[in-house]
C-alpha cells in the first residue's frame, strides 16, 4: 500500500485548493513545496463565481468571497482609445451565474496565505515545506517521489497512488515524464507593474484595455490599495531598460504622480499561449501552470488551473474508494485540454481586438480583415467555455444547449422557508434535478444506481427564487443530471428518458463491478 493516497508538487494556489478538495474527500495527501513561506509577490489578479462556488461546496465559500474585493459603487471593464475613452464598456454584475460574482479582485499573497491558514486548521493535509523534489517514477501500482530537505541536505523518499504536478510553468514533473508544450501562436512581452496607492490617489475604479497606437496597455483595478498596469514592450525595447526606475516612473506619470504610490513588483513576462502535449503520464497529472499558459487579458490563468483541480478533486476519490475505475481519469484531460484550448483562444481575441482597435485609430488596415469584433471582447454571452468531451451526453453537446454547461446557482427559498444557495440542496456529489415531482420518474435499479454513488434526487417544486435566474434548462427540459463541479452531464428530452440518463452516466463513470471490490 502506498504511504499516500496523492502527492501534490507545489503549494501554491492550485496545488493548495487540490489538497484541500482531495483531503476534505478524505484522502491521504502530502503537499511537496520547494518555498517554506508564501511568495509575496503580486501574480494572478483575479478569482471568478465557480472557483468560490467550489470552496462553497467544501463549506468555505463565505471564508474564500472574504479574500476577494467588496463590490465598488460602479465596477466596469471597458476597451477605450487612446485617451481612455470607452469604445464600449461591461458592468460587472455583483452577483453572477454561479451565485457569486463573476469577477473578484484578490491578493495572491493575501489568499495563499488564508488557504494555508485553513488548511493547517484542518490537520488533513501533511506539508513537506522546504523540500524539493529530485525524482518522480511512475510504477505500475503507485508513483515513488524522491525529494531533498533544502535546509540540511537530508533526502526521503515516499509513495502515493496518484500525484499532480503543479509546480508551475518551468515544472520539474513535467519535465520527468518528458512532455512537451504545444505552442499555441501568442508570444508577446510585456512589462507588469504593480503598485500600492495612497489616499490621495485619484484614480478610475473603470478596469481598461487601452487600445493606444503609441503602446497597448491594460489598467487593472484590482483590490484596494492595490493597482497594475500591463504595458506592451515595442520593437527594439529590452527588458533591462523596460525595469529602470525612470522608466516605469515615465509610463505611470500619465496616470498618476510618484507621491501617490508606492510601487510593489515590476517585471518583464513573455505573454504565452501554449498547453501540454499530454495532461497525464501514467499515475501522474499535471494542473496549472504546469499544463497550459495563457495572455492574462481575461484574468482566467489561475481560474482554469483551479478548474484542473476541481476536476481531479472528485474523480480521484471515486477512483480511489473503488467505485469508478482507472479509466474514468482519462477524462481529465478529454475535458480540461479542449476548456483550456477555448479559454486561451478567447485572452488571445482579446489581444487582437486590442491590436485592430490601435490600428483603427491610428487610421491602418486591421491585421485581420475581417474587422473589428466586440464579440471577442466583454460580449462572449457565456462566463466560461463548455466541457465538449469526457462525463458528458456528448450527443447533446451544443453550443446552444445546457449539457456541458455550468448549472446556474441562484439564491432560493425551501418550502420550510429556509434561504440558501442552491448548491446546498444539491450536496457534494452529483444530483438529479428536476422541474417537478414528475419529472423524476426513475427505476428502481436507477435510484439504486444512484444511492450507490452518494447522488442527492431533488425536485424544485416549492422552491422560490430569491435573487438570481433559476438555469433556462427547466424551461425545455424535466430533468437534468449535474455532476459535482456542477457541469450539466445531461438533460432528459425526447431521445433521453431520465432512466437512460442514468445508464449512460454508469458507463461514462466507468463503474466497476461490486463483486470486484
Not at 510585456?190 to 491594460?218: E, G, H
Not at 435566474?469 to 425526447?494: C, K, N, Q, W
Request: hydrophobic share 40%.
Amino acid at each position: 500500500m502506498a504511504d499516500f493516497d496523492i502527492a501534490i508538487v507545489g503549494f501554491g494556489p492550485v496545488g493548495a485548493m487540490g489538497a484541500f478538495l482531495l483531503a476534505d474527500a478524505g484522502l491521504r495527501v502530502v503537499v511537496v513545496e520547494r518555498e517554506r513561506e508564501v511568495v509575496e509577490l503580486p501574480r494572478a489578479v483575479n478569482l471568478d463565481g465557480e472557483i468560490v462556488r467550489a470552496f462553497q461546496r467544501i463549506g468555505f465559500g463565505e471564508e474564500i468571497a472574504a479574500t476577494r474585493q467588496q463590490p465598488r459603487p460602479v465596477d466596469e471593464v471597458a476597451f477605450t482609445n487612446s485617451k481612455r475613452e470607452p469604445y464600449f464598456k461591461a458592468e460587472l454584475p455583483r452577483v453572477g451565474h454561479n451565485g457569486y460574482r463573476d469577477l473578484g479582485f484578490f491578493d495572491q499573497p493575501e489568499f495563499e496565505a488564508r488557504l494555508r491558514e485553513l488548511i493547517s486548521e484542518q490537520g488533513k493535509v501533511e506539508l513537506r515545506l522546504g523540500h524539493e523534489v529530485t525524482s518522480v517514477v511512475n510504477r505500475p501500482e503507485d508513483v515513488v517521489v524522491e525529494t531533498r530537505d533544502l535546509a540540511s541536505g537530508k533526502e526521503a523518499s515516499l509513495t502515493a497512488a496518484y500525484l499532480i504536478g503543479c509546480d508551475g510553468a518551468s515544472s520539474f514533473v513535467r519535465d520527468a515524464m518528458k512532455i512537451e508544450w504545444n505552442g499555441l501562436g501568442y508570444d508577446q512581452d510585456w512589462l507588469v507593474v504593480d503598485i500600492v496607492i495612497n489616499d490621495q490617489a485619484d484614480l478610475t475604479t473603470l478596469t481598461m484595455q487601452v487600445c493606444d497606437p503609441a503602446r497597448l496597455t491594460t489598467y487593472v483595478c484590482v483590490k484596494d490599495p492595490n493597482r497594475r498596469w500591463e504595458f506592451q514592450l515595442q520593437p527594439g525595447e529590452t527588458r533591462e531598460e523596460m525595469l529602470r526606475p525612470e522608466k516605469i516612473r515615465e509610463l505611470l506619470d500619465v496616470w498618476l504622480p510618484p507621491e501617490h504610490y508606492t510601487l510593489r513588483r515590476a517585471a518583464v513576462y513573455q505573454f504565452h499561449a501554449a498547453t501540454a502535449e499530454r495532461w497525464r503520464e501514467g499515475r501522474v497529472f499535471l494542473a496549472g501552470d504546469a499544463a497550459h499558459q495563457t495572455p492574462p487579458f481575461l484574468g482566467q490563468g489561475l481560474n482554469a488551473g483551479m478548474r484542473d483541480v476541481v476536476n481531479l478533486g472528485w474523480k480521484l476519490p471515486l477512483v480511489l474508494d473503488g467505485t469508478c475505475g482507472d479509466a474514468l481519469l482519462d477524462s481529465y484531460a478529454a475535458e480540461r485540454d479542449p476548456h483550456a484550448h477555448d479559454l486561451v483562444d478567447w485572452a488571445v481575441a482579446i489581444g487582437k481586438l486590442m491590436e485592430a482597435l490601435a490600428a483603427q485609430e491610428a487610421g491602418l488596415p486591421p491585421a485581420d480583415p475581417g474587422g473589428v469584433d466586440e464579440s471577442s471582447g466583454y460580449g462572449q454571452g457565456r462566463a466560461a467555455p463548455p466541457l465538449h468531451a469526457g462525463v458528458i451526453t456528448t450527443e447533446q453537446q451544443t453550443d446552444e444547449s445546457s449539457t456541458g454547461y455550468l448549472l446556474r446557482q441562484p439564491t432560493v427559498r425551501t418550502p420550510d422557508g429556509t434561504e440558501c444557495r442552491l448548491d446546498e440542496l444539491l450536496g457534494r456529489g452529483f444530483a438529479v434535478v428536476a422541474r417537478n415531482d414528475a419529472a423524476l420518474d426513475l427505476s428502481p435499479a436507477s435510484r439504486g444506481f444512484l444511492a450507490r454513488i452518494g447522488a442527492r434526487v431533488i425536485s424544485l417544486r416549492g422552491i422560490e427564487l430569491v435573487e438570481g435566474e433559476m438555469d433556462r434548462l427547466f424551461d425545455s427540459h424535466g430533468a437534468a443530471i449535474v455532476r459535482p463541479d456542477r457541469y450539466v452531464f445531461g438533460v432528459t428530452d425526447d431521445a433521453f428518458s431520465l432512466d437512460r440518463l442514468v445508464a449512460s452516466l454508469e458507463e461514462k463513470l466507468a463503474i466497476r463491478d461490486r463483486s470486484l471490490n
